[in-house]
């Protein structure tokens, strides 16, 4: 009797690494799957900055174009050809830029 409870102790002494080190095995796939869906998805907040950032940029670009599109245009008034085809070409941007903004509200 007491080398069957031996044998027993010994045996659950064992096999008790082997149940932990399945139960690693086991939930690997689900720990991965979870560190995969929090990479690929994006938080509201990242999406709001990422938003924001393009929105300067946006308006920074329109910025540099109406200036340029004032000189261009001032030079223009003052007799200047080629500076007609820059303001006309550029006031064309402008007016597509624009559209493309109010869309995205």
Same mark, same amino acid.
């Given at each position: 009797?007491?080398?069957v ?13 082997c149940v ?10 689900i720990?991965i799957?979870?560190k995969a ?9 990242? &999406?709001?900055?990422?938003r924001? =950032? !393009?929105?300067?940029?946006q308006? $920074? ?5 109406? #200036?340029? +599109?004032?000189?261009?245009?001032q ?7 080629d &500076?007609?085809?820059?303001a006309? =070409? !550029?006031y064309?941007?402008l007016? $597509?830029?624009?559209?493309?903004r109010? #869309?995205e +509200?």
């Amino acid at each position: 009797m007491t080398r069957v409870a031996f044998l027993l102790l010994v045996c659950m002494t064992l096999l008790s690494g082997c149940v932990s080190t399945v139960a690693s095995i086991v939930t690997a796939p689900i720990k991965i799957a979870g560190k995969a869906v929090d990479l690929a998805t994006t938080s509201q907040s990242e &999406a709001d900055e990422k938003r924001g =950032r !393009e929105m300067r940029k946006q308006e $920074e670009e329109i910025g540099k174009l109406e #200036r340029s +599109y004032s000189r261009n245009a001032q030079k223009c008034r003052e007799g200047d050809d080629d &500076a007609c085809d820059r303001a006309e =070409r !550029e006031y064309e941007q402008l007016g $597509e830029m624009v559209d493309v903004r109010r #869309r995205e +509200y």
